[in-house]
């Protein structure tokens, strides 16, 4: 019955309100600064991944609320997943391609 | 769809499939992911195979401008997904306003990216330069690397603006409106992969102090 009702329609029915978009950018806007000035001090071999930590979770931010990835469908999530695992499996197989040379 | 063939006339029942379309959208978004993630894994192994040039290279780039062009992108990516509730609210003049902020805002990221390059070439830092050649490997791998990654990524932003001035045109003339605004939809989305593969730019190429 809702199933039916969505597909008929077929647009997009969530609307998200401008201030959670709002709230979303000066999140975005935070995790910058952190990451900025977390440049400034010596980390050592944590640069790298609180550099990539900080990256992944702005664009979690992104892709699930500007780009409505969590209102979507499951399909939506899967594919995105499934892209995401196969950049995965080239670098991970390019690593031990190279360590292993 | 067997529905359409029950006597309904064409006008009344639009063959229409927008949840299709964005994920046509996506698919294609995969494939740009793809594209930039094979040079995010060269990037990975060449500066695995040369820390010290690599963190040496990245001191000459401007922290700063690239905070701002960051700040600039994200701000971006806030207007165009704020232009969709203003579309589905039917607000026509405000979608319209924050479309264009972000093709403005597009521009902005374009002129501050062709003063950093302007300033890398004219100290000598351009891919095959006198300059460049003389450093250690891996600082022409870096740079390399950094003029073909926000290379294609400016040349995404150029594709991102022309997408984005054709959904404006289109709502301006109404064929894009509060029922129908799919392009607009995709459109945004284009928009918000060019901000997210600068998200992984950003400190990967100018924060690595």
Redesign the interface.
């Known amino acids: 019955m809702h199933d039916d009702a969505t597909a008929q329609q077929?647009?997009?029915t969530h609307?998200?309100?401008?201030s959670q978009?709002?709230l979303?950018?000066f999140g975005?806007?935070a995790l910058?600064a952190l990451?900025?000035s977390l440049?400034?001090i010596e980390l050592g071999r944590w640069?790298i991944i609180t550099?990539?930590t900080?990256?992944s979770i702005?664009?979690l931010l992104?892709?699930n609320?500007?780009?409505?990835l969590r209102f979507?469908?499951r399909?939506?999530r899967m594919?995105?997943l499934v892209?995401?695992v196969?950049?995965v499996i080239?670098?991970v197989l390019?690593?031990f391609d190279?360590a292993f040379h | 769809m067997s529905g359409t063939s029950h006597g309904i006339p064409a006008e009344a029942h639009v063959h229409r499939d927008d949840t299709g379309s964005r994920l046509g959208m996506w698919l294609f978004l995969f494939t740009e992911l793809i594209l930039f993630g094979g040079l995010f894994i060269v990037y990975a192994v060449y500066r695995f195979s040369h820390p010290d040039a690599f963190h040496l290279a990245a001191a000459e780039l401007n922290t700063f401008v690239g905070t701002v062009n960051t700040i600039i992108l994200l701000t971006s990516s806030l207007t165009v997904a704020m232009s969709i509730t203003a579309m589905q609210e039917g607000r026509k003049a405000f979608a319209l306003t924050l479309v264009g902020l972000t093709i403005a805002l597009a521009l902005a990221f374009l002129v501050n990216k062709y003063f950093e390059w302007g300033h890398k070439f004219d100290v000598g830092i351009y891919p095959g330069s006198p300059e460049l050649l003389s450093q250690p490997q891996g600082v022409i791998l870096y740079f390399g690397l950094y003029f073909i990654m926000t290379g294609l990524h400016a040349l995404h932003v150029i594709i991102g603006m022309a997408v984005l001035m054709y959904v404006f045109n289109a709502i301006r003339r109404g064929t894009i409106h509060a029922t129908s605004y799919v392009r607009l939809e995709s459109g945004a989305l284009y928009w918000h992969l060019v901000d997210i593969i600068w998200i992984f730019l950003f400190p990967l190429f100018y924060l690595l102090h």
Do not use: C, N, R
């Open positions: 077929s647009q997009t609307t998200v309100p401008y978009y709002v979303i950018w975005l806007l910058t990451t900025v440049a400034g640069v550099a990539l900080i990256a702005k664009s992104v892709l609320i500007f780009m409505h979507e469908d399909v939506f594919f995105a892209a995401f196969t950049l080239f670098l390019t690593f190279y």
